[in-house]
């Protein structure tokens, strides 16, 4: 069965230094979202990205944030210039549809630490 | 906009008795509801989601959850808990107002004691 990967499964990061998370999304799935998880925290929504471009975007997913998506199967997310509340878990996740039925499949997280 | 209340941050049930993990929504019109499972370094998976086909939605693993329009509520349950049901257990909103984006509950942890 199709699934979404992420590399690394964990980061660890001094504060102030650049961290590009990767994803590889399922192959024939047309969006693509990154979602964080701070420790004790509820799942957040940071970023859609559709047709090459975001198509929306949180309140947290600042200057410091870029997506991309480099080739046809990579989806990247990059912090800039990571801070300490930066540290979390990061879910990428892929659907086929765009309607607000459509299931997202997540991948397994990238686990950032900044230090 | 649309969100999720989980009202149980932990529950604990003996295996082979029932599970009911419960789950307020908030929505202006009827909303796409989903519940999605998380087992330790495992990415989240996706156990049922309620699209206005049908009240009643069953899921993978034996879970299903009802849609109560009266109540706002979409409660998942299982007749009888396995070890492996162990997991956290998200309940979630596709929100139109940032592109069907997910809204996630801040989630129950489900631990199933012998």
Redesign the interface.
């Known amino acids: 069965e199709p699934?979404?990967t992420q590399t690394p499964s964990h980061q660890v990061t001094q504060m102030g230094q650049e961290v590009i998370l990767r994803c590889v999304p399922i192959s024939n799935h047309l969006y693509f979202?990154w979602?964080r998880q701070i420790l004790g925290?509820?799942?957040?929504?940071l970023v859609?990205f559709?047709n090459n471009e975001i198509?929306?975007k949180?309140e947290i997913f600042d200057d410091q944030f870029s997506v991309e998506r480099p080739d046809g199967s990579n989806f990247t997310l990059k912090i800039r210039s990571t801070k300490l509340e930066d540290s979390a878990m990061y879910?990428c996740?892929s659907k086929n549809g765009?309607?607000?039925?459509?299931?997202?499949?997540?991948?397994?997280?990238t686990r950032l630490l900044v230090l | 906009a649309q969100s999720v209340t989980q009202l149980d941050s932990h529950v604990s049930v003996s295996e082979g008795t029932p599970v009911l993990l419960r789950c307020n929504y908030s929505s202006s019109y009827s909303p796409s509801l989903f519940w999605y499972v998380q087992h330790p370094n495992k990415g989240l998976q996706l156990l049922l989601k309620y699209t206005s086909a049908a009240t009643l939605v069953k899921g993978i693993n034996g879970f299903e959850a009802e849609f109560k329009k009266s109540e706002t509520s979409f409660h998942l349950t299982k007749p009888s808990a396995h070890m492996s049901d162990a997991a956290e257990y998200f309940c979630v909103v596709s929100d139109p107002n940032s592109g069907y984006a997910l809204n996630f509950g801040k989630g129950t942890s489900l631990l199933v004691t012998p």
């Open positions: 699934e979404v979202y979602y925290q509820k799942v957040e929504f859609s559709y198509s929306e949180s879910f996740a765009g309607g607000r039925q459509e299931t997202q499949y997540f991948g397994p997280g």
